[in-house]
């Protein structure tokens, strides 16, 4: 049973991360005043436990998060440090993430295909595992994100 709330464990911090990265400018607008680990424990490991607690015991649930926090949740915990940082020094402007990107007209389409060319030049899996190409990939994926939403909130407004 503990093994399997181990999985359940890191399918939610998946989950989550998945959350976090698409709605980061939201999210970093709520919670601006906290530090990146007070964040942390705030949006990650207690929405989880919140989750959790009706269908684990609470000692599955904490060795569960003691075997997780060995393994993912360093790299998840070091992704929310490195997007709260980029955030505070590149605060959320459309216009500069299309010159980012060098986008002269903004259309999903455009967007999509710089950022997948920008990925597959700057990726640290093909430059080298170095702290600037993992910088270079947040900002990749954080002007990426900036424009989606600029698109998403664009087709709600028409819609």
């Known amino acids: ?17 998945n959350q976090f990265f698409s709605s980061f400018p939201d999210i ?34 904490i060795s569960s998060f003691e075997e997780v926090k060995g393994k993912r949740r360093v790299l998840y915990e070091t992704y ?15 216009e500069e993430a299309m010159r980012f990107f060098g986008l002269e007209r ?3 389409e455009e967007l999509r295909s710089r950022y997948r ?4 030049r700057f990726h640290p899996d ?8 993992h910088r270079r990939m947040v900002k990749v994926n954080y002007y990426y994100q900036v424009l989606r939403r600029f698109l998403c909130e664009g087709r709600a407004k028409v819609g």
């Open 117 to 120: 060319e920008m990925v597959k």
């Open 28 to 61: 970093y607008r709520r919670y601006s005043s906290m530090s990146p680990e007070d964040f942390f424990r705030e949006w990650f490991d207690r929405f989880i436990i919140k989750e959790l607690v009706f269908f684990f015991s609470p000692s599955a649930i």
């Open 1 to 17: 049973m503990r093994r399997f709330c181990r999985k359940v464990v890191e399918y939610m911090y998946d989950v989550r991360l």
């Open 106 to 108: 903004l259309t999903e």
């Open 126 to 133: 093909k430059v080298g595992k170095t702290e600037e190409a």
């Open 80 to 94: 929310v440090k490195t997007y709260w940082s980029a955030f505070r020094r590149y605060p959320a402007r459309v």
